[in-house]
């Protein structure tokens, strides 16, 4: 794991200083400590700085190949480098180590830009082609390491994270309205925009080529819903998916330092841990992070049956309010962007104890989104057999629940009656919001008129249509996971566990997300995910012989944070503070009088705590990022 960094002139006769590198890498030293290179070309400079994990002592980077005509920047990890270098090996090729960095290189020289296809694992590299004065940019096929860049008239840009990008001066900070309200539809800004103008993301499965001052884009990888196991029975299904997980938690193993195991308690990471222990002849370490005061469910029991069931050295750890307070300053910054994802907190707390006993762990982020772990699935499926069973009123029985919601104040209900009588792309943004959702249902009333003219009140459900016609004929079920792998995965999960993480130096991987493991689950009859009310039934039955029940059986929590009841308690008053001050209102977002109403609706009972603090990060993400 490590951070790439880079700049590309558009007059080639020009030079890219030393200097101008070094500053870009300085603000991303938190993702590779233990070294830092630097390689110079014509009108071209590549910096990398490192977390060494693989071939410790030969793996410096940037690196090149034979004759030094192509060099490479390298963020990840690739699980099937070993026998890639074999077969690179057999066909000529000479290595000067060890690493998987070096097989990208040579695999270059085979296939050019289409060696993405052949590696498997989690990356974002920069490959620069000298002979060709070409730049490549990759990244994985499911978004778990970003990759940002840039382009003005002098030079293009490119770096794991932002702030890299925004150390050149060369680089304005102009803020993109259009992305600010796709921050208030979904509560995270999907795509390939941020929140700066300019300043976009290389999509998930995508790979960029910049070459005569022209940027070309390809995707080389989407995923594809099959039927080639359904009629395969489920207790066989079930075993090829022992199988798969198996080999590929053992893949994810593979480091030249130790690795731990990020234990929520729950199925998914105890499933991981179930494997690693098998995968190493090591005692293998686990980490915890809990909550005191009955206000969520407290993880840590739950990690302390998993870690005496399978043997492992256990750490955990609290944190309190004061804790989540002072260190949200430093999560924005570290996130990059105003992403409303309190538990990415107690990620760094578990993490900063982590790295103190290990340099990788695996976590099970991705079992839900493979196969179908939230209960809006479910929820979603019955709707649809309630829109179908009520035919041409559907829509009136929906304005009917909705009333009955709001009298109730109940925003589930509201939800899930807006939903009738709608297609899907008008309602399904994500698993984590949609019409109902404050910030969409409200807007007219909510933001400033000001703000509302240079934004598209339909650009979210735009957004969401566009991606549904990847898969038009699929059943509810696929089309829900489809959009949640396009959206909430890559730029809300995925980027929260890899900014966080790497704010400790601490490499994080993610097997359940392997695209092997996510092209099996998408083979998959939908009854063998979801049954009734039963969410993810076949990684349960997986792992039903090696789980203690209560494990299994457990109502899904991932990493709670009461963060609700501290903005509605002890954190109201510094809250309004931030949100009320001057600075705050000028940014002309919402409306003075509705952001009053909802911090007074939020006081003592949290009742749009998740809304408040959407616009808390939002205002922190200005004065780290527009008004440093």
Excluded at 152 to 166: G, L, N, P, R, V
Excluded at 421 to 426: D, F
Excluded at 509 to 536: N, Y
């Amino acid at each position: 794991m490590c951070g790439i960094a880079g700049k590309l002139l558009t007059d080639p006769a020009a030079t890219v200083e030393r200097a101008q590198i070094e500053a870009m890498l300085r603000t991303i030293a938190h993702r590779g400590p233990d070294g830092q290179g630097i390689h110079l070309d014509a009108g071209l400079g590549l910096g990398h700085c490192r977390l060494s994990i693989i071939d410790l002592n030969t793996g410096a980077q940037p690196m090149a190949n034979e004759d030094d005509s192509v060099w490479v920047v390298f963020n990840g990890e690739i699980y099937n480098y070993q026998e890639l270098r074999a077969g690179l090996l057999a066909r000529g090729h000479h290595f000067r180590s060890r690493t998987d960095t070096e097989v990208i290189l040579h695999l270059y020289e085979e296939l050019g830009p289409e060696c993405v296809n052949q590696l498997r694992g989690m990356f974002a590299f920069a490959l620069w082609d000298s002979r060709r004065r070409r730049l490549l940019l990759a990244r994985d096929r499911v978004g778990i390491k970003p990759l940002y860049y840039c382009q003005t008239k002098e030079a293009f840009y490119f770096a794991s994270e932002m702030k890299a990008i925004i150390a050149d001066r060369g680089v304005p900070r102009e803020i993109n309205p259009a992305a600010v309200r796709s921050f208030f539809s979904f509560n995270y800004v999907p795509g390939a925009d941020t929140l700066l103008k300019g300043i976009s993301k290389v999509l998930p499965g995508h790979y960029l080529v910049v070459e005569s001052g022209r940027i070309t884009s390809r995707q080389y990888w989407d995923l594809k819903y099959t039927r080639s196991r359904w009629s395969m029975s489920f207790e066989a299904a079930t075993e090829e998916l022992n199988t798969l997980l198996g080999a590929a938690v053992r893949d994810h193993m593979i480091a030249d330092v130790p690795v731990g195991v990020l234990l929520s308690g729950g199925v998914d990471s105890s499933a991981i841990l179930s494997f690693a222990v098998h995968a190493t002849d090591k005692k293998v370490k686990t980490f915890t992070v809990g909550f005191d005061g009955g206000q969520v469910v407290d993880e840590r029991p739950y990690a302390r049956l998993a870690a005496t069931r399978f043997g492992t050295e256990h750490y955990d750890i609290s944190f309190t309010q004061d804790d989540f307070w002072n260190f949200l300053p430093a999560y924005v910054r570290h996130m990059e962007e105003p992403v409303c994802e309190p538990p990415a907190v107690a990620l760094y707390y578990v993490s900063r104890l982590a790295r103190n006993h290990v340099k990788v762990v695996l976590s099970g982020e991705g079992g839900d989104e493979a196969f179908a772990g939230y209960p809006d699935y479910p929820n979603m499926l019955r709707l649809e057999r309630i829109r179908h069973a009520v035919g041409p009123f559907a829509r009136l029985a929906g304005d009917g629940a909705f009333l009955m919601g709001n009298l109730l104040g109940d925003g589930r209900v509201q939800r899930y009656a807006e939903a009738l009588g709608r297609p899907l792309w008008a309602h399904y943004f994500s698993r984590t919001s949609g019409p109902s959702a404050l910030f969409n249902w409200r807007a007219r009333r909510l933001f400033t008129e000001e703000f509302l003219e240079h934004t598209t009140a339909n650009a979210a459900s735009r957004f969401i249509e566009d991606l549904l016609t990847a898969v038009p004929d699929e059943t509810l079920l696929n089309q829900m996971l489809y959009v949640d792998s396009k959206t909430w995965l890559p730029d809300d999960l995925l980027i929260k566990a890899d900014k966080i993480t790497m704010a400790n130096s601490l490499e994080l991987r993610v097997p359940l997300l392997d695209h092997v493991i996510l092209e099996f689950a998408a083979s998959l009859p939908p009854i063998f995910k979801v049954r009734g009310k039963e969410t993810k039934r076949i990684l349960k039955a997986a792992f039903a012989k090696v789980l203690p029940p209560d494990i299994l059986n457990r109502k899904k929590a991932g990493f709670p944070v009461p963060y609700a009841s501290w903005l509605g308690n002890g954190l109201g008053q510094p809250v309004e503070d931030i949100l009320l001050s001057g600075r705050s209102l000028a940014r002309g977002y919402v409306r003075k009088s509705e952001l009053e109403r909802l911090l007074r609706a939020n006081v003592g009972r949290g009742k749009y705590s998740r809304e408040i603090f959407s616009l808390l990060t939002l205002e922190l993400w200005h004065r780290a990022f527009v008004e440093p």
